[in-house]
């Protein structure tokens, strides 16, 4: 793709949530030692909130990389499962010996005796669930019994649970209100702020392997704080939309015409109505940039 153009050693802007381009954003770090104190002071629920591309996923990934060995992990990342299926996935992840005839209680019992047999080896036992709010009721509300499970002076289970904001309002029911009075620490994600957006490209394309003068100028980073919201996502979205544009029109700078060609051809992001004339000429000029780069044999890589 552009690569070469720009002297990359990889894309800087991919949708995938690699730790290896983590952004120490106030949010996020906040975020995270609140994660890690909870943890440490031996909490049972703990909940981190963020709409849609502000970045839960590679936090989540960034937390289960960075916590120490003394933590045992039972990672859930698609949590639309019943609760049947819950409990068995746990069952694995934690490497329980499943019992030979297949029993809920006798399932329940033996997750409990391993979690009772990490405590006695000084470790602690931490469930991390991602994209929370799609956990079904009757799994949500077996997961808070799972959580049951401890001795008379400490929690044998700690779980984390990332979601949208839409997992609060499911927390608002009186359903569970339960397992809402159980969340001790949590915190919400906020998007980027401008300047932290500005830090936030410059250091993805140092990772990626850019050594050259900046790329994007300062009314650049504010028409995409403008049109992203400061959502990482759609920003990673436009960026590489808009090197995309660079490489196919042969130049090494951002303009603005880029970011109002890349805004128009992407869902969920705008500059407002006064630039509804740029989505006229927004497939030509993206089509243009994908024709090289299909001939570069990289678009598929990109999508894939």
Same mark, same amino acid.
């Given at each position: 793709? $552009? ?9 800087? /802007? ?29 909490? +049972? ?22 916590? =120490? ?5 039972? $990672? ?16 694995? @992840? ?7 005839? !297949? ?5 329940? &019992?033996?997750? &409990? ?8 080896? +000084? ?34 289970? #700690?779980?984390?649970?990332?979601? &949208? ?14 397992? !809402?009075?159980?969340?001790?620490? %949590? ?16 250091? !993805? ?6 050594? +050259? =003068?900046?790329? /994007? ?12 919201? +400061?959502? =990482? ?18 130049? $090494? &700078? ?20 006064? #630039?509804?004339?740029? %989505? ?20 598929? @890589?990109?999508?894939?």
């Amino acid at each position: 793709m $552009y690569q070469t153009h720009f002297g990359l050693i990889e894309l800087p /802007f991919t949708l995938t949530p690699n730790t290896s381009f983590y952004c120490d954003l106030e949010s996020h770090r906040n975020a995270f030692e609140v994660l890690v104190t909870a943890l440490e002071a031996g909490e +049972g629920f703990i909940k981190v909130v963020g709409e849609v591309g502000t970045g839960k996923t590679l936090l989540c990934r960034k937390l289960l990389n960075e916590l =120490p060995d003394h933590y045992v992990t039972a $990672y859930i990342p698609n949590p639309y499962l019943t609760p049947s299926e819950m409990r068995a996935h746990i069952a694995r @992840e934690l490497q329980v010996k499943m019992p030979q005839v !297949r029993s809920e209680q006798l399932l329940t &019992q033996a997750i &409990q005796e391993r979690l009772v047999e990490i405590s006695r080896e +000084g470790k602690l036992a931490v469930i991390v669930v991602d994209e929370a709010q799609a956990l079904p009721s009757h799994t949500l509300e077996a997961l808070r019994l799972v959580s049951n499970l401890e001795t008379e002076s400490r929690k044998l289970l #700690h779980i984390v649970l990332f979601g &949208q904001p839409e997992l609060d309002e499911r927390l608002a029911t009186r359903e569970h209100r339960q397992l !809402r009075q159980r969340i001790t620490f %949590s915190y919400n994600l906020q998007a980027m702020s401008m300047t932290e957006l500005a830090r936030y490209i410059s250091h !993805r394309l140092h990772v990626a392997g850019y050594q +050259g =003068p900046a790329l /994007f100028s300062a009314r650049v980073v504010k028409l995409l704080h403008q049109a992203s919201r +400061g959502v =990482p996502r759609l920003v990673n979205v436009l960026c590489h939309k808009v090197l995309l544009l660079c490489y196919g029109e042969g130049v $090494y &700078q951002v303009k603005p015409k880029h970011v109002r060609l890349a805004v128009a051809d992407t869902e969920d992001v705008s500059l407002g109505k006064s #630039h509804w004339w740029w %989505s006229l000429v927004s497939i030509a000029g993206l089509a243009i940039a994908v024709v090289w780069s299909w001939q570069a044999g990289w678009l598929t @890589e990109y999508w894939s």
